[in-house]
């Protein structure tokens, strides 16, 4: 006995192909239509929306969030969740700064340390919600409050600026024609969808969602599985800490602060069960750039800040509310077809 | 009882009631014992951290944390979670403060609100419990839309000039703060209504065990909206007390506030994993919570790491809270 | 088993001793040390009129070399109508729809100016630079901004002046060369100085003191609180400097903040330094609610002189108006933002019909009259103003 097993009881169990097919089918598609439909009506809306400069200059601001929401896809499909990720950049970033201003270190090495930091604040989470067997929800609304502690009182809340030339081209300038960060994102995206979709660790990470004690009985190392995910989640926040920190040129210990609740909501948008066992990378990336373009295309409208928030809250309710009635008629529709065929 | 049916792979704590109370006990002595010791420690370093004047002020001042963590304790117990508030506590002391200068009687002004919070909870229940939608997603869509709402209609502006007597908060019976009499009887209220209500007992089982709870003729949907109702109506009376307080209402969303409801909620004892805990703790958490952060000024603690520590005290409350279930477990199994 | 407890032991060895290399219990007050130059004023000894005679004569002898930035290929609309957009911290809290207000005053006076203002319904400065970023996408003539962070919204705003969008900021400042001029409410050192003037005449040169702020990272709060140390040090060496708390911008924390200094420090403590326009009245609050409010005709006032303690602060005059009225606060310290608001437009109108060039040494802006230009590209609304039980009423903000 050495963790607490912690299973859902599973309403109605389909199999995991199915499950799988029906998400792809489903959120998915849902998001691709209000996107559309988004896109078409701020087009009319504004003219500066619909342009290739624009829709470029917006993955900046989309890429810190998305590179969180990738292991953040993984952990709630897991069942888990992570709340620590924006303390996790908060921490990330001023050990980026304080290594390179304060001890000395060359801004290389400041910046190995700032991602290893993230990796290590990730694997502490991992390691006391596996070994110790604290709900994840728990530990890392504890670590929230610690690491963004550590982050203020390592820097006695200092801001370190003055960064050079070179270490701004990651957050502000361009490779190949698009946004240095927006290469890194994709690289990341597709590499975390394929881990996902093709390897027996993406497979396991639905079992353990599905059925955690299923899974520790099928053979899959539920914990050291487990343990990887959060320490990539650190590695993901620490990684687009310093992106931040190059794309804002100054290091200061609110970094971060509220981003927890901005990648959760990405990530539900794209589709990915709260209660585990569903969703896709695809969905999560979808869920991103719709929140963007909403934030961009209404403001290019006219519509202010206030406003905006509003109708993306509404959207996220409405597009679940739409996938569970879109998926019933699925399920239904399916179920009938079977039936006629099982009749013939 | 609540939870009779054996569950597979549950921790065996959940599965009798009678071991399920006393392991819930141990947790609130728990808190209690850590809630003296600081008490005493610092207490023996600056003498004026145990004047009636500090002690009272640590009481104080969660008091409308914990009265709201009630209603997030009943969410979290039936499984579910509410993000949003902090934003419906700042919607709702907007709503009295604007109500009271406007010349409505001060009792209605305070329990306008309260009703309207019922009814915010009813619509957040209503999505969770009839239309399916996981309540983080409802509350993550309401936290945005509350907020940005009162932004677009307040524009921040302070209320003020509120009318004598509508400082409720303020109030002293017996010279003990009015929010203090709240925490405690709505504290017990809620603790005896969850023991011996058939509905409050259904809130345990419908978050511990769905299947078990439908087979025992709950009806889940209609728990899940009690719950958010009431769950509105302690987010409506925290409300009042923070519109309350102060001279003034600040007619803005208060940051952060969601994360201290659910943090007291779960470091007293609520599974966030549903169908454990109990309100007691949850109070008693938030005293907890209050008593740190008055201790850490007065033992001098560096201002910059202060967030340190209390997510460091956070979290070896919470190893505790596991250890000693560990142990229950254990000695379950003889 | 063995394993998994040597593993914890492990990192609990490895998160205490992250503690033990950091000076948690420091006993170093924090002095809003932000490593920028402190420039501590006359103490008062020299009288206010001297004061006031110096600094002009100093503004006379050095020319301002203008270091803001400018435009690039700017579009000429001299006298023509623009559309402006104002990026305050962030919406929807009061001292922001002050400033709003007095934009909107300016716009109409001026009639040929439109402002929308549009911020971060949260004072993070990534969302502020979307907003901003947005606003250049859109097209606007002129951008007003109040920074959450001086150096992370330079590139922002660096990228709207290669755009040809004028750039203008008030109440919190950017760097000088990511906008064109920077409306000042007030000297830092000059708040700085008023404060702690006010605080001394309350408690006594050998007085002690708290400080109750928003939090340790928001700068104009953080320049202040340096400003207040330094000129403490110089004029009041007596003073005895307790300890900083933060608030964040939260009235209720602020309250339990102020209370628990209140207990902690009993007679020990004399005055409390609100630093925002919510920790002030909150502190006033605490102070009533504890009976400890200096004058004695007041609805909480102290037992004995010995406990009283005297609230002075930043913050606005209808949010202390209670406390002022009970004579539990005597003096509030803060400048009109309405005016500041107003400036701003003025300023930003000026700038664009080439009225106000670099090397200027003063604006006309409306009915505040010719601005002073100081610090080579800052414009200066005017000293700190103090509020008392008999100006108070007259103002309405």
Request: proline share 3%.
């Given at each position: 006995m050495t963790t607490l097993p912690e299973t859902k009881v599973l309403d109605d169990a389909p199999s995991l192909r199915d499950r799988l097919g029906s998400a792809l089918f489903r959120q998915e598609g849902v998001l691709i239509l209000i996107g559309i439909i988004a896109l078409v009506v701020l087009a009319f809306g504004s003219e500066n929306f619909l342009t290739v400069d624009n829709l470029l200059n917006q993955t900046r601001f989309l890429a810190e969030i998305g590179l969180i929401a990738l292991p953040m896809t993984y952990i709630i499909i897991t069942g888990g969740i992570d709340l620590s990720v924006g303390a996790i950049v908060g921490v990330s970033a001023i050990m980026l700064g304080?290594?390179?201003?304060?001890?000395?270190?060359?801004?290389?090495?400041?910046?190995?340390?700032?991602?290893?930091?993230?990796?290590?604040a990730g694997f502490v989470n991992g390691l006391f919600i596996v070994r110790v067997g604290v709900p994840p929800l728990i530990m890392t609304l504890a670590t929230l409050a610690f690491y963004r502690g550590l982050a203020e009182g390592i820097s006695e809340s200092r801001s370190v600026r003055g960064y050079p030339d070179w270490f701004e081209q990651l957050g502000q300038g361009n490779f190949l024609g698009l946004p240095t960060q927006l290469w890194v994102l994709?690289?990341?995206?597709?590499?975390?969808?394929?881990?996902?979709?093709?390897?027996?660790?993406?497979?396991?990470?639905y079992a353990i969602g599905n059925n955690e004690l299923g899974a520790r009985f099928s053979g899959i190392p539920v914990g050291r599985n487990k343990i990887i995910i959060y320490s990539l989640s650190g590695l993901m926040a620490g990684i687009a800490a310093w992106i931040f920190v190059s794309r804002t040129t100054t290091t200061r210990s609110d970094y971060g602060s509220g981003w927890e609740l901005d990648v959760i909501a990405a990530v539900v948008l794209g589709g990915t069960s709260i209660f585990g066992g569903t969703g896709t990378i695809i969905g999560t990336m979808l869920g991103i750039v719709l929140i963007q373009i909403l934030k961009n295309g209404l403001?290019?409208?006219?519509?202010?800040?206030?406003?905006?928030?509003?109708?993306?809250?509404?959207?996220?309710?409405?597009?679940?509310?739409?996938?569970?009635?879109?998926?019933?008629?699925?399920?239904?529709?399916t179920r009938r077809l079977r039936q006629t065929q099982q009749n013939t | 009882m609540a939870v009779t049916a054996p569950s597979l792979g549950r921790s065996p704590s959940r599965i009798t009631p009678r071991f399920k109370l006393g392991s819930l006990l141990s947790q609130e002595v728990i808190l209690a014992l850590a809630l003296i010791v600081i008490v005493l420690v610092v207490g023996s370093v600056n003498a004026r951290y145990v004047s009636e004047r500090n002690l009272t002020s640590i009481f104080l001042g969660n008091a409308y944390i914990a009265v709201a963590a009630i209603g997030m304790s009943m969410v979290i117990i039936s499984g579910n979670i509410d993000?949003?508030?902090?934003?419906?506590?700042?919607?709702?002391?907007?709503?009295?403060?604007?109500?009271?200068?406007?010349?409505?009687p001060i009792w209605l002004s305070w329990v306008i609100p309260v009703f309207a919070g019922m009814l915010a909870g009813a619509v957040i229940g209503f999505f969770v419990a009839y239309l399916k939608i996981p309540s983080i997603v409802v509350t993550l869509g309401f936290l945005s839309i509350l907020k940005g709402g009162l932004i677009s209609i307040t524009n921040g502006e302070w209320i003020r000039d509120l009318p004598a007597g509508f400082g409720l908060a303020q109030e002293r019976p017996f010279g003990i703060p009015m929010p203090i009499y709240f925490m405690i009887v709505l504290t017990i209220l809620a603790a005896l209504w969850q023991r011996y209500s058939a509905t409050g007992r259904a809130i345990y089982a419908v978050g511990g065990n769905k299947e078990a709870a439908r087979l025992s003729g709950i009806s889940e949907p209609r728990v899940l909206m009690t719950v958010f109702i009431l769950n509105g109506f302690f987010v409506g009376i925290a409300s009042i007390l923070f519109a309350t307080q102060l001279e003034i209402i600040q007619s803005a969303v208060p940051a952060g506030v969601e994360l201290l409801i659910i943090t007291a909620a779960v470091v007293g004892g609520v599974s966030i994993l549903g169908g454990t805990g109990t309100v007691v703790g949850a109070t008693l958490a938030a005293i907890l919570l209050s008593a740190i952060g008055s201790a850490l000024v007065f033992i001098n603690v560096s201002p910059f790491w202060l967030r340190a520590v209390q997510g460091l005290l956070i979290l070896v409350t919470v190893l505790a809270d596991l250890l000693r279930r560990r142990r229950n477990q254990a000695s379950l199994k003889g | 088993m063995a394993k998994k407890f040597l593993s914890l032991a492990l990192i609990l060895t490895l998160l205490l001793a992250a503690f033990a290399s950091f000076p948690v219990a420091a006993q170093d007050r924090w002095d809003g040390a932000d490593d920028l130059p402190v420039n501590p004023l006359d103490c008062p000894m020299a009288e206010g009129a001297e004061m006031a005679a110096t600094e002009e004569a100093e503004g006379e002898m050095m020319m301002p070399e203008y270091d803001g930035g400018e435009p690039v290929d700017a579009p000429d609309l001299a006298g023509q109508d623009i559309t402006l957009v104002d990026v305050p911290k962030l919406i929807g809290v009061g001292y922001f729809a002050a400033t709003t207000q007095g934009m909107q005053e300016a716009a109409e006076e001026l009639g040929n100016v439109s402002v929308t203002t549009d911020g971060p319904t949260e004072a993070n400065i990534d969302d502020q630079i979307a907003v901003i970023d947005n606003y250049i996408t859109q097209g606007v003539n002129g951008i007003l901004f109040a920074a959450n962070d001086p150096v992370a919204i330079a590139p922002v705003l660096t990228r709207a002046l290669e755009s040809g969008i004028r750039v203008v900021g008030y109440d919190a400042n950017s760097t000088p060369d990511a906008r064109q001029w920077f409306v000042n409410q007030a000297a830092f050192e000059g708040v700085a100085k008023s404060?702690?003037?006010?605080?001394?005449?309350?408690?006594?040169?050998?007085?002690?003191?708290?400080?109750?702020?928003?939090?340790?990272?928001?700068?104009?709060?953080?320049?202040?609180i340096a400003e207040m140390q330094a000129y403490q040090e110089k004029c009041y060496p007596e003073m005895t400097w307790l300890e900083t708390v933060e608030a964040q911008e939260d009235n209720i924390l602020s309250f339990n903040q102020a209370t628990t200094l209140i207990n902690k420090y009993g007679p020990d403590m004399d005055g409390i330094f609100?630093?925002?326009?919510?920790?002030?009245?909150?502190?006033?609050?605490?102070?009533?609610?504890?009976?400890?409010?200096?004058?004695?005709?007041?609805?909480?006032?102290?037992?004995?002189?010995?406990?009283?303690?005297?609230?002075?602060?930043l913050a606005t005059p209808n949010a202390m108006k209670p406390y002022v009225e009970t004579q539990c606060?005597?003096?509030?310290?803060?400048?009109?933002?309405?005016?500041?608001?107003?400036?701003?437009?003025?300023?930003?109108?000026?700038?664009?019909?080439?009225?106000?060039?670099?090397?200027?040494?003063?604006?006309?802006?409306?009915?505040?009259?010719?601005?002073?230009?100081?610090?080579?590209s800052e414009v200066l609304l005017g000293p700190p103003f103090v509020f008392t039980a008999e100006n108070i009423n007259d103002f309405d903000f």
């Open positions: 304080v290594s390179w201003q304060n001890w000395g270190l060359p801004l290389e090495l400041a910046i190995v340390v700032c991602i290893l930091t993230g990796v290590l994709i690289v990341f995206a597709i590499v975390f969808a394929i881990v996902l979709a093709r390897t027996t660790f993406g497979r396991s990470l403001a290019l409208t006219g519509v202010t800040s206030d406003a905006t928030i509003v109708v993306i809250g509404s959207v996220l309710i409405l597009s679940i509310l739409i996938n569970n009635y879109a998926g019933s008629l699925f399920g239904a529709l | 993000v949003s508030v902090g934003s419906l506590i700042g919607v709702l002391a907007t709503l009295s403060g604007t109500l009271a200068v406007n010349g409505v | 404060l702690v003037d006010n605080m001394a005449e309350q408690i006594g040169v050998d007085g002690s003191f708290a400080i109750v702020t928003s939090t340790f990272t928001t700068p104009n709060q953080a320049r202040w609100g630093m925002t326009s919510i920790a002030t009245p909150a502190a006033a609050e605490a102070v009533t609610q504890a009976a400890v409010c200096p004058l004695a005709s007041s609805e909480g006032a102290a037992a004995s002189e010995d406990d009283a303690v005297v609230v002075v602060g606060v005597e003096r509030v310290v803060l400048w009109n933002p309405v005016d500041l608001g107003y400036a701003a437009v003025y300023v930003m109108r000026r700038t664009i019909d080439g009225e106000f060039l670099p090397g200027a040494t003063e604006v006309d802006a409306g009915r505040l009259g010719m601005l002073p230009v100081v610090n080579n």
